[in-house]
């Protein structure tokens, strides 16, 4: 599943699912992020090792990575991560990082199109984010598709600073998802699979 895209300000990417020579350039593109990005991520990916076990990750099915590519440079991450078991089964979480000098000109909702397909070829019914309350706009953007907040947890996790956190978990059925995707860019060639 490879897909060009053209950007709002007509710069042409690429999404397509991360591979394994990857590496050096997903190494590349978290440690170009501002250090304000990077302090919330859940993992130390400055760190080779570390960006090389996310591609391994991808091995066990349970985790779809995709990317998008400009001049053969990472500048957006995204990940489906499948909980695919028990009373979990029907869930799965998103994460998606978008560098940021290619913010405010679609490639989110573009990343979160291509995710959302994933989610539906997997037979999810929910999707979820989680996130710490500083992340303000990123939870804006969750809004503006479909999600809720259901729970905050004070003080749950700590940032890469070590920083305790409050942890939001926002959640979305796949359908609604659908429907404010559609709303937004319409249903292209990344038509559903429901």
């Given at each position: 599943m ?5 950007l709002k ?11 394994e ?24 990916v400055?760190?080779?090792e570390?960006?090389?076990q996310r ?7 349970r ?18 991560e ?34 959302y ?25 969750f809004?503006?598709?479909g ?7 004070p003080?749950?996790v ?8 409050d942890l ?27």
């Amino acid at each position: 599943m490879e897909k060009l895209e053209t950007l709002k300000d007509g710069t042409e990417v690429l999404i397509r699912p991360m591979r394994e020579d990857d590496v050096e350039r997903s190494f590349v593109f978290f440690k170009a992020l501002p250090e304000q990005d990077r302090a919330y991520l859940r993992s130390d990916v400055t760190k080779p090792e570390v960006v090389r076990q996310r591609i391994l990750a991808m091995t066990s099915g349970r985790v779809k990575r995709l990317v998008a590519v400009v001049n053969d440079r990472i500048v957006a991450d995204g990940a489906l991560e499948l909980a695919g078991h028990g009373w979990e089964e029907h869930v799965a979480e998103l994460r998606l990082i978008v560098g940021r000098e290619y913010q405010r000109k679609g490639l989110g909702m573009l990343m979160a199109r291509a995710l959302y397909f994933l989610a539906a070829s997997e037979k999810v019914e929910e999707i979820v984010v989680r996130m710490m309350r500083p992340q303000v706009a990123a939870r804006g953007i969750f809004r503006k598709l479909g999600f809720h907040e259901e729970v905050l947890l004070p003080e749950y996790v700590r940032d890469r600073g070590g920083k305790k956190q409050d942890l939001v978990l926002m959640r979305c059925d796949l359908e609604s998802l659908w429907r404010e995707l559609e709303d937004h860019i319409g249903g292209g060639d990344w038509q559903r699979t429901r």
